[in-house]
């Protein structure tokens, strides 16, 4: 089992940006697709992005295209989730996730984005 641990939110302003961390353990980091997902209060988690091992496919939510940017560094063992133009609606923690392996998430990171 691969250990994630996400980083980087915090409380922005809407219009503003963050960029999520999730940094992986394990030598086979290179090997997998990765995800983000997110979970805002009262409703379900939901998906908003994918990235293929390689780096060269990249899947979006509707709500989130042309404003976020998945990526990773596979030297680094590290996805990360540009966040651009952030909207109240974005407020939700922001789970990473091994595509394929229905138990490795991370814990989470809250992020927050005021009116």
């Known amino acids: 089992q691969v250990q994630l641990v996400e980083s980087g939110g915090g409380l922005v302003q809407a219009g503003g940006s963050l960029r999520l961390s999730c940094a992986a353990s394990g030598r086979t980091f290179g090997s997998y697709a990765m995800g983000w997902f997110r979970q805002a209060p009262g409703k379900e988690r939901e998906f908003v992005a994918t990235?293929?091992?390689?780096?060269?496919?990249?899947y979006y939510a509707d709500s989130v295209k042309g404003r976020f940017t998945i990526s990773r560094d596979n030297a680094r063992n590290t996805v990360y989730l540009q966040m651009n133009n952030l909207k109240p609606e974005d407020t939700a923690v922001y789970y990473c996730?091994?595509?394929?392996?229905?138990?490795?998430w991370g814990q989470g990171t809250q992020v927050t984005v005021s009116s």
């Open positions: 990235i293929s091992w390689s780096g060269s496919r990249l």
């Open positions: 996730k091994r595509i394929g392996f229905p138990t490795d």
